[in-house]
């Protein structure tokens, strides 16, 4: 059980470590560094990938075991939503990098500005429902 507590906890560091990279990264953008602001966002969409396939869903594979026990429908519709959500932001973070190519151009950025959008509101959302889960989770095994 303390093995679970703590993968869930690298996860949540690392789920931190990517909001800062984007709160940075639109820091960079407002200050038009517009190339500076594509890698942060670079940085930001490889950690979560890196976060997902490392710690996530081990995490989720897990947790199983130990939260089946305390599971209500509400809990299981927030890791369905939690799930969907992320699996969004890190597909539609994934192509806004991919489609930038690290040009030094950003006349193809702009356009997607709308989904950029898109993408940080499903990815906090995602966000905010994983710390509302891991809350939940560590209270669980703690109890």
Not at 59 to 79: K, W
Not at 121 to 135: C, E, H, K, N, R
Request: aromatic content about 12%.
């Amino acid at each position: 059980m303390a093995y679970y507590v703590e993968v869930v906890a690298v996860s949540l560091f690392l789920q931190v470590i990517v909001f800062v990279l984007l709160v940075g990264g639109y820091g960079l953008k407002r200050l038009k560094r517009f190339r500076q602001h594509g890698f942060a966002m670079l940085a930001a969409v490889v950690l979560h990938i890196v976060s997902i396939l490392m710690v996530m869903i081990p995490s989720f594979v897990i947790s199983i075991q130990f939260i089946s026990r305390n599971i209500t429908g509400l809990f299981e519709f927030a890791i369905l939503i939690h799930a969907i959500t992320g699996v969004l932001a890190v597909v539609l973070g994934t192509w806004l990098v991919a489609s930038w190519h690290l040009r030094q151009s950003m006349q193809s950025c702009f356009s997607k500005k709308k989904v950029m959008r898109v993408t940080l509101a499903v990815w906090l959302i995602a966000l905010i429902i994983g710390i509302l889960l891991y809350l939940s989770a560590y209270t669980a095994l703690l109890s």
